[in-house]
T-cell receptor, first 111, second 116 residues
C-alpha cells in the first residue's frame, strides 16, 4: 500500500535553514504537498509540486523532488520562531483525490 | 463562512457511548473529506464525499464509523459504541472539484475526541 515516511523531529536555530525530508512509495503519486499545522489549528497548505517537476521555489520555501528515489524535501530559508510547527508531507494521485499523509515532522526553532 | 468549521471543538465521552461530529464546509465546495489524526499514527483518511456521487468509505476503520452529508453541504461523522482507541483529533476538509487539476483542500480546526 501507499506509505509516506518522514523524520519526526527537527530542531534549528533562528536564522538557519531547515530541511525536512520525506519519502513515499506510491509510483502513481502525481501531486506532492507540504502542509503546516500550528498548535491548536488545522492544516494549512504551504506548497505543492507536480511529479514532473524537480524543484519549486516560493519565497523562503524550496521544494526538491527526486522522483527516481521518491524523495521530497522542504527547505525553509532564514527560519523564524514563527515557523515552529508540525510539517506534513502528503501525496495524491490526482488534484482532487484523497491525501496520504506522513506522520509529520515537528520543527522547533530556538532563538 | 470564512473557512471550514467543526463542532464541537472538544468532546469527552464515556466508552460505549455514541458521538456525532459536525463539519460545515466552505460554501460552494463540492468535495468534503474526513481525516483522523492520532498520536503516533499521523493523519489517516476516513471518508470522502464528492457531489452527489456515492462516498468513498474505504478509510473507515470499522462499521462503528459512518458519515452523512446532507444537501451536499454539512457533514456529520458518527461513531457508535466508542472505544478508547477512537480518541483522536478528527479533521474535516473541503475543496472545489474538477478533473485534471489541483484544488486545495481547506482544513477545519478539528474536533478533539477523548474516550474515557
Amino acid at each position: 500500500g501507499e506509505d509516506v515516511e518522514q523524520s519526526l523531529f527537527l530542531s534549528v536555530r533562528e536564522g538557519d535553514s531547515s530541511v525536512i525530508n520525506c519519502t513515499y512509495t506510491d509510483s502513481s503519486s502525481t501531486y506532492l504537498y507540504w502542509y503546516k499545522q500550528e498548535p491548536g489549528a488545522g492544516l494549512q497548505l504551504l506548497t505543492y509540486i507536480f511529479s514532473n517537476m524537480d524543484m519549486k521555489q516560493d519565497q523562503r520555501l524550496t521544494v526538491l523532488l527526486n522522483k527516481k528515489d521518491k524523495h521530497l524535501s522542504l527547505r525553509i530559508a532564514d527560519t523564524q520562531t514563527g515557523d515552529s510547527a508540525i510539517y506534513f508531507c502528503a501525496e495524491s494521485e490526482s488534484g482532487y483525490s484523497t491525501l496520504t499523509f506522513g506522520k509529520g515532522t515537528m520543527l522547533l526553532v530556538s532563538p | 463562512g470564512a473557512g471550514v468549521s467543526q463542532s464541537p471543538s472538544n468532546k469527552v465521552t464515556e466508552k460505549g457511548k455514541d458521538v456525532e461530529l459536525r463539519c460545515d464546509p466552505i460554501s460552494g465546495h463540492t468535495a468534503l473529506y474526513w481525516y483522523r489524526q492520532s498520536l503516533g499514527q499521523g493523519l489517516e483518511f476516513l471518508i470522502y464525499f464528492q457531489g452527489n456521487s456515492a462516498p468513498d468509505k474505504s478509510g473507515l476503520p470499522s462499521d462503528r464509523f459512518s458519515a452523512e452529508r446532507t444537501g451536499g453541504s454539512v457533514s456529520t461523522l458518527t461513531i457508535q459504541r466508542t472505544q478508547q482507541e477512537d480518541s483522536a483529533v478528527y479533521l474535516c476538509a473541503s475543496s472545489l472539484s474538477s478533473t485534471g487539476f489541483l484544488y486545495e483542500q481547506y482544513f477545519g480546526p478539528g474536533t478533539r475526541l477523548t474516550v474515557t
